[in-house]
């Protein structure tokens, strides 16, 4: 099945259950609340390797609630850089990439509800909207880790404002976890050719958020079998790898807690700094605003304190 009629259908599935209604076929923040900066375009021309794509970005809006957005990406050909700056910024910045099983990107609970709780803490923080690997591009799954390279090169170079080179990081959900894990584990390999002098500077993040991450988890069609994964990037955990913080529910139903736990051990046999949270209950996809009321709503507070512990966010920004 070609990509067009397996984008159109996996669209077309979610209308027909009344889950989802068609929204702007580009992501735009969903306030104009104080912290929303910019849209920047994380590649200056065409992103690399798009001969074959011929994807159609479409934005999903699967709530029903008309006060508070859902929206799921499909189609990205174009990925950007979406910028909240705190009041009181504290010159971190953090690289925010949602999840979606790879087919999608969940902008909204797993996006901006992020973005605004680093920004409450002080910390700039830039919501990445990636390519996908299964749209036909020539780098295949390296597709979305050549994204995340070239935006923590951005944020390094100024392009989101003043921010501390050395305390630039990422964090990642689920399949956006697993991009966390791919640019922390693998962030001094070149995956792309330098298209301007933003490419001279480092694309390893100083740290790494997993939350619930795919590490390694097969990649999903949206119409066929499980795709093999392309790299194993636990057994590549050296360390040069920058600490990371972990977090995963034991009764997550889609990603198995067991994953993270290998992470974690491998990153304490390399001895990396790395901090382990395991909540009883949380499930998966949860986010920010899910996690309410749920032992796993904990998880922001102890993520900004590690980071705190280990300077890379500090008190003067809350």
Same mark, same amino acid.
């Given at each position: 099945?070609?990509?067009?009629?397996?984008?159109?259908?996996?669209?077309?599935?979610?209308? @027909?259950?009344?889950?989802?209604?068609?929204?702007?076929?580009?992501?735009?923040?969903?306030?104009?609340?104080?912290?929303?900066?910019?849209?920047?375009?994380?590649?200056?021309?065409?992103?690399?390797?798009?001969?074959?794509?011929?994807?159609?970005?479409?934005?999903?809006?699967?709530?029903?609630?008309?006060?508070?957005?859902?929206?799921?990406?499909?189609?990205?050909?174009?990925?950007?850089?979406?910028?909240?700056?705190?009041?009181?910024?504290? #010159?971190?910045?953090?690289?925010?990439?949602?999840?979606?099983?790879?087919?999608?990107?969940?902008?909204?609970?797993?996006?901006?509800?992020?973005?605004?709780?680093?920004?409450?803490?002080?910390?700039?923080?830039?919501?990445?909207?990636?390519?996908?690997?299964?749209? #036909?591009?020539?780098? #295949?799954?390296?597709?979305?880790?050549?994204?995340?390279?070239?935006?923590?090169?951005?944020?390094?170079?100024?392009?989101?404002?003043?921010?501390?080179?050395?305390?630039?990081?990422?964090?990642?959900? &689920?399949?956006?976890?697993?991009?966390?894990?791919?640019?922390?584990?693998? #962030?001094?390999?070149?995956?792309?050719?330098?298209?301007?002098?933003?490419?001279?500077?480092?694309?390893?993040?100083?740290? @790494?958020?997993?939350?619930?991450?795919?590490?390694?988890?097969?990649?999903?069609?949206?119409?066929?079998?499980?795709?093999?994964?392309?790299?194993?990037?636990?057994?590549?955990?050296? &360390?040069?790898?920058?600490?990371?913080?972990?977090?995963?529910?034991?009764?997550?139903?889609?990603?198995?807690?067991?994953? &993270?736990?290998?992470?974690?051990?491998?990153?304490?046999?390399?001895?990396?700094?790395?901090?382990?949270?395991?909540?009883?209950?949380?499930?998966?996809?949860?986010?920010?605003?899910?996690?309410?009321?749920?032992?796993?709503?904990?998880?922001?507070?102890?993520?900004?304190?590690?980071?705190?512990?280990?300077?890379?966010?500090?008190?003067?920004?809350?």
């Amino acid at each position: 099945m070609d990509i067009n009629r397996r984008q159109v259908l996996l669209a077309a599935a979610a209308i @027909a259950t009344g889950s989802v209604r068609i929204a702007s076929a580009r992501p735009t923040p969903a306030s104009s609340a104080d912290g929303v900066g910019r849209t920047i375009r994380v590649w200056p021309s065409a992103a690399p390797g798009g001969s074959r794509v011929t994807v159609v970005p479409t934005v999903l809006e699967r709530s029903k609630d008309t006060a508070v957005h859902d929206r799921a990406w499909l189609g990205i050909t174009d990925p950007t850089l979406t910028v909240y700056t705190p009041s009181k910024p504290d #010159g971190s910045a953090v690289l925010v990439m949602p999840g979606g099983a790879y087919l999608r990107v969940v902008i909204d609970k797993e996006g901006e509800d992020t973005a605004r709780r680093l920004n409450a803490s002080g910390i700039t923080a830039a919501v990445l909207t990636y390519r996908l690997p299964g749209d #036909g591009w020539d780098a #295949g799954r390296d597709a979305p880790l050549q994204d995340a390279q070239r935006a923590i090169r951005l944020l390094r170079s100024g392009a989101a404002g003043a921010i501390d080179p050395t305390r630039v990081g990422v964090i990642g959900y &689920s399949a956006g976890g697993d991009l966390a894990a791919a640019a922390a584990i693998r #962030g001094d390999n070149v995956t792309y050719e330098s298209v301007d002098a933003v490419d001279r500077l480092s694309a390893r993040p100083d740290f @790494a958020g997993l939350m619930y991450a795919a590490v390694d988890m097969p990649l999903r069609q949206a119409d066929g079998p499980p795709l093999p994964p392309a790299r194993t990037l636990v057994s590549q955990i050296t &360390s040069r790898t920058p600490p990371c913080f972990l977090m995963h529910a034991a009764d997550d139903p889609s990603v198995p807690v067991r994953t &993270s736990l290998e992470v974690f051990t491998a990153l304490r046999d390399a001895k990396v700094p790395a901090e382990l949270h395991v909540f009883e209950e949380g499930g998966h996809g949860f986010g920010i605003r899910m996690a309410a009321g749920k032992p796993v709503q904990a998880w922001p507070d102890l993520f900004v304190a590690w980071g705190r512990r280990h300077r890379f966010f500090t008190a003067t920004g809350a």
